[in-house]
């Protein structure tokens, strides 16, 4: 007997996998099962994947759904992982509480980096694993060393076509090969959804808002999260839209929407707030919105590439400012969507489409961020980040690095060249790092 267990957090991620079976990306199986995980801070107060709207559509694909936070209980999914010593405990509780007994398995997870994912390929020692991405982080480098244990059963990378001819980086350590999930199962998935959430307000080609909750990721302040907020309705009502529909992250506070709703008032504007948990690929094809406005999400990506909506984003480059630290994986979805898209307070970009860089350029600009986020994870990458800094540093490009994070790597950009040799120089590095260590002892005395 075989069994596949597919691993889900986001509704997202579930129509992704639909896509993926529907597409035949996974071999027969005698059973599936979808293992749901809530990971929101308080899953108590947050709806589970199955019981959001749309779930229903997608339930068919899976012989089973079963709750991991029920299998843990009373641990929390992105907090918990086994103890070596216990994993054949908990490998053998599993199969006798999934009823799977002595089946082959085969694994399907997300974000294989941390738990609830992790964990889960820890318990399954002996499970081949394939890693399903819906979302742009795949394009960016694994955010940390992952055991070998782990990484070496990851046969393949399935990803959505969301940048047309962009390789992901994710997992490339292990030499694992991205496989495309085919847009058109993808975007036939999402048209099974368009009847969820039957008390949508209907708003015919408004400016859509994306919220993201950046705050509840230290990423933003609540305050600046708000300000983000206003921002954005700022730039589409100077943009000539005066119907304004925003739709906030499910597990954001209501008071954002206060604000916004307070803001709307003084501009004139017509603003619906959305209260439903729905896709925003199914607000897409129920309102067909003149234009799509977010900040980093990967919901912006989908708007243009699979739906041909007009969009455009705002704020991304305080992100690029204050995104830490370097490597935070956040920053390779914030430079697509930068590089790519048109900034909302540029009315002829935002009009033509167009993006801050070529996106003939994109390939080159994303393989040296992600080397000069994870170096020791991708030092393969060195040579060409190299090349690409010293021929291509320029006023539109230098956003996406840091000089200090340049100077510690020894890359051009960073020291002056003719100091190129210090940051690589043994002697050097040792002499600094005794000078902290005096630096810190005077401190505490």
Same mark, same amino acid.
């Given at each position: 007997?075989?069994?596949?267990?597919?691993?889900?957090?986001?509704?997202?991620?579930?129509?992704?996998?639909?896509?993926?079976?529907?597409?035949?990306?996974?071999?027969?199986?005698?059973?599936?099962?979808?293992?749901?995980?809530?990971?929101?801070?308080?899953?108590?107060?947050?709806?589970?994947?199955?019981?959001?709207?749309?779930?229903?559509?997608?339930?068919?694909?899976?012989?089973?759904?079963?709750?991991?936070?029920?299998?843990?209980?009373?641990?929390?999914?992105?907090?918990?992982?086994?103890?070596?010593?216990?994993?054949?405990?908990w490998e053998r509780y599993l199969r006798l509480a999934w009823g799977i007994g002595d089946d082959d398995i085969a694994l399907a997870v997300e974000s294989i980096q941390v738990n609830p994912a992790l964990g889960v390929a820890q318990i399954l020692t002996d499970a081949p694993v394939t890693v399903y991405a819906d979302g742009l982080m795949s394009y960016g480098p694994t955010r940390n060393k992952i055991d070998p244990l782990v990484g070496t059963r990851v046969e393949r990378l399935l990803h959505l076509d969301l940048v047309p001819g962009l390789r992901p980086l994710l997992l490339t350590e292990f030499g694992v090969a991205p496989e495309v999930v085919p847009t058109g199962a993808f975007t036939k998935v999402l048209a099974e959804l368009v009847d969820t959430g039957a008390d949508l307000p209907e708003?015919?080609?408004?400016?859509?808002?994306?919220? =993201?909750?950046?705050?509840?990721?230290?990423?933003?302040?609540?305050?600046?999260?708000?300000?983000?907020?206003?921002?954005?309705?700022?730039?589409?009502?100077?943009?000539?839209?005066?119907?304004?529909?925003?739709?906030?992250?499910?597990?954001?506070?209501?008071?954002?929407?206060?604000?916004?709703?307070?803001?709307?008032?003084?501009?004139?504007?017509?603003?619906?707030?959305?209260?439903?948990?729905?896709?925003?690929?199914?607000?897409?094809?129920?309102?067909?919105?003149?234009?799509?406005?977010?900040?980093?999400?990967?919901?912006?990506?989908?708007?243009?590439?699979?739906?041909?909506?007009?969009?455009?984003?705002?704020?991304?480059?305080?992100?690029?400012?204050?995104?830490?630290?370097?490597?935070?994986?956040?920053?390779?979805?914030?430079?697509?969507?930068?590089?790519?898209?048109?900034?909302?307070?540029?009315?002829?970009?935002?009009?033509?489409?167009?993006?801050?860089?070529?996106?003939?350029?994109?390939?080159?600009?994303?393989?040296?961020?992600?080397?000069?986020?994870?170096?020791?994870?991708?030092?393969?990458?060195?040579?060409?980040?190299?090349?690409?800094?010293?021929?291509?540093?320029?006023?539109?490009?230098?956003?996406?690095?840091?000089?200090?994070?340049?100077?510690?790597?020894?890359?051009?950009?960073?020291?002056?060249?003719?100091?190129?040799?210090?940051?690589?120089?043994?002697?050097?590095?040792?002499?600094?790092?005794?000078?902290?260590?005096? =630096?810190?002892?005077?401190?505490?005395?």
């Amino acid at each position: 007997m075989t069994t596949q267990v597919f691993l889900a957090s986001t509704l997202y991620g579930t129509a992704t996998l639909a896509a993926a079976l529907d597409a035949g990306c996974f071999a027969p199986a005698d059973r599936r099962i979808l293992l749901v995980s809530n990971n929101a801070t308080t899953p108590e107060t947050t709806p589970a994947v199955d019981a959001m709207p749309g779930f229903e559509h997608l339930r068919s694909r899976f012989d089973d759904v079963v709750s991991w936070n029920e299998t843990i209980f009373p641990f929390h999914p992105g907090a918990w992982a086994p103890r070596p010593d216990d994993v054949p405990m908990w490998e053998r509780y599993l199969r006798l509480a999934w009823g799977i007994g002595d089946d082959d398995i085969a694994l399907a997870v997300e974000s294989i980096q941390v738990n609830p994912a992790l964990g889960v390929a820890q318990i399954l020692t002996d499970a081949p694993v394939t890693v399903y991405a819906d979302g742009l982080m795949s394009y960016g480098p694994t955010r940390n060393k992952i055991d070998p244990l782990v990484g070496t059963r990851v046969e393949r990378l399935l990803h959505l076509d969301l940048v047309p001819g962009l390789r992901p980086l994710l997992l490339t350590e292990f030499g694992v090969a991205p496989e495309v999930v085919p847009t058109g199962a993808f975007t036939k998935v999402l048209a099974e959804l368009v009847d969820t959430g039957a008390d949508l307000p209907e708003v015919e080609e408004p400016a859509l808002l994306l919220g =993201q909750y950046l705050s509840a990721l230290n990423i933003l302040t609540a305050e600046q999260e708000e300000d983000l907020h206003v921002r954005m309705l700022k730039g589409a009502v100077a943009l000539g839209h005066t119907r304004i529909v925003f739709k906030p992250h499910p597990t954001a506070p209501a008071r954002f929407t206060r604000t916004l709703e307070q803001e709307a008032e003084l501009l004139g504007a017509d603003l619906t707030v959305l209260d439903a948990p729905v896709l925003a690929e199914v607000l897409y094809q129920r309102t067909r919105p003149a234009l799509v406005v977010g900040c980093f999400s990967t919901a912006l990506i989908t708007a243009s590439a699979l739906y041909g909506l007009p969009v455009a984003r705002i704020g991304t480059d305080t992100l690029l400012d204050r995104l830490s630290p370097f490597e935070n994986s956040n920053r390779m979805p914030v430079t697509i969507v930068d590089a790519l898209l048109p900034d909302l307070t540029d009315r002829a970009a935002v009009a033509a489409g167009t993006g801050a860089l070529d996106p003939a350029d994109l390939a080159d600009l994303v393989r040296a961020v992600g080397f000069t986020m994870q170096p020791k994870i991708l030092p393969g990458l060195r040579a060409e980040t190299e090349r690409y800094l010293a021929a291509r540093l320029d006023e539109r490009t230098w956003r996406y690095f840091k000089k200090k994070r340049l100077t510690s790597l020894g890359l051009p950009g960073g020291v002056p060249a003719q100091l190129g040799f210090l940051p690589r120089n043994a002697t050097v590095r040792r002499v600094a790092r005794t000078a902290r260590s005096l =630096q810190r002892r005077v401190v505490r005395r």
